[in-house]
């Protein structure tokens, strides 16, 4: 993570650069704008660079940036993020074993509201009920969000309801008809494209900071699923039939997390709820939901407070709340 006055200079001096489009800005000039020595301009150039910027330097014309790639960089992520705190404080990495452990010691550390975490790959992803998440080299976002909410602990699973509704409505806005399976699985057509895990650190009480995973398949063909996963597995490039741009994608997830998550703390769980519900898969429909200590069929009715599964058992006629465990629809 770079310092915040280095990371503004870095921020102008990309705008600067993307608007001149294929033409050249000279070192003068860009020294200007970012306020900083044409020194500062060469280093804060190279530093770009590293980050995977490619940037051509001539002789007598200046600087010239060359159309991006699919990166996800502190800088890249930031230019045009529209949030107030989420993903204001960025680590990126180009491979870590899983986002959440990092995360977590960050939380530990300290890290500020609303830190996103997020990696190119993961080697050892880690799903819902110890299960692996296949995390591929560019073809998805894999990331972690730090969040310090003031609220009991036990409301902590509201969150991860509200994660999902902020997917949801990213992906539709990308044209991609996304729903919810109960507890928080995003699916298109059947086939999940998204998933999340979120890790509580609480003391008794009081909540220090709740991690929440989000992996979102993004860019990924068919052959890139492994063979478990490939007939149960969708992306949003698969459903659109094109490659998105993960950052523009990342960038609208995080406003409509944000917002969600606003309202939450101001509202209460009522407005996530209702959305929840609305773009739910499981409400209304005839379900098995085994948990590890019962198996039961029935009509799903809706969720409660907790975020608990409503569902009126088939052969005893009761209502039973699921708090965990898989559902079959
Ligand atoms: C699920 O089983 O549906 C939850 C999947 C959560 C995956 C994300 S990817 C980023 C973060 N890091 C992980 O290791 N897992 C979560």
Known sequence: MAHTGEQSIKKQLVHALTNAGDGYISGQYLAEIAGCSRTAVWKHIDALRKEGFEIEAVKKKGYRILPRKDRLTETEILIGLKTDFIGRSIHAYESVPT????????????????????????????????????SPHQGGLWMSLIVKPDIPPYQAPRLTLLTAVAAVLAMREMGVEAGIKWPNDVLVNGKKIAGILTELHAESDQIHSVVIGIGINVNQQPEDFSTDIKSIATSLAIEKGENLDRVIFLQSFLAKFEDLYVTFLAEGFSPIKEQWERYSITIGKRVTATTAQKSLTGYARGINEDGALVVKDEHTNEEQLIYSGDITI
């Open 99 to 134: 986002t959440q452990t990092i995360a977590s010691e960050l939380a530990a550390k300290g890290a500020e509201n609303g830190t996103l975490v997020i990696s190119e790959e993961q080697t050892e992803g880690k799903g819902r009920l110890q299960r692996v998440w296949h």
